[in-house]
């Protein structure tokens, strides 16, 4: 099984619960079992107390032992019942992603049929993210064409994004677009700022998730 995608440190709406530190741990040294508490703190970012007090209750659960590699150190090595705990964990895991990104396609869904009620019919998308995969699902539905992908990061330019070239914003200059759709999350009042004159100028709508 390949590794789970790392668990969100802070967030508003979906803290980490203790089963999710737990699964994080399991995962983590599944693929390293030679990582350190200090490792393993630094890539969970939880304090090196809390990874011990895991990897205690871990031990004694029978989910992991302890190998000592020399007078200082362990390794933390998962053991058949904690491979299968890891396993249970990783299945439910993958169904809550999936209800979630499900949501969140329902939700980008009923925000795009805007565009098609207001008959807008060809569009440029600004930030080339996961959120903008989700947007490209949802308007391969759609009779709405995309015409651009552009993105403020010169390390995405030139790149293909789900088989759209990354260009730099100043393309929207030249191509014929009825609106750009802001489908990133992060800097959307920068982006926006950014925008508004370009879209002033061409007379273009600008749309946000």
Not at 6 to 30: G, K, M, N
Not at 141 to 148: F, I, Q, R
């Amino acid at each position: 099984m390949s590794s789970l995608p790392a668990l969100p440190l802070a967030t508003q709406y979906f803290a980490p619960s203790r089963d999710a530190w737990v699964l994080a741990i399991l995962d983590a040294l599944r693929h390293d079992s030679g990582l350190s508490q200090r490792d393993l703190a630094r890539r969970l970012g939880l304090s090196g107390a809390v990874v011990n007090q895991h990897l205690r209750e871990l031990q004694e659960r029978g989910l992991i032992r302890f190998e000592a590699r020399n007078g200082k150190s362990y390794r933390y090595i998962p053991t058949q019942e904690g491979e299968d705990v890891h396993a249970e964990m990783a299945r439910g895991f993958s169904s809550e992603a999936i209800r979630i990104y499900s949501a969140l396609k329902r939700q980008v869904g009923d925000r795009l049929k805007e565009l098609a009620h207001r008959d807008i019919e060809r569009i440029a998308l600004f930030g080339a993210s996961e959120t903008c995969e989700v947007a490209l699902s949802v308007l391969a539905a759609m009779p709405v064409k995309v015409v651009a992908m552009v993105d403020n990061d010169p390390d995405k330019q030139g790149s293909i994004f789900h088989g759209y070239v990354v260009s730099p914003p100043h393309v929207l200059e030249m191509v014929d677009c009825q609106a750009v759709l802001i489908t990133s999350f992060g800097r959307r009042d920068e982006i926006r700022q950014q925008l508004e004159p370009l879209c002033r100028a061409r007379g273009m709508e600008m749309v946000s998730l």
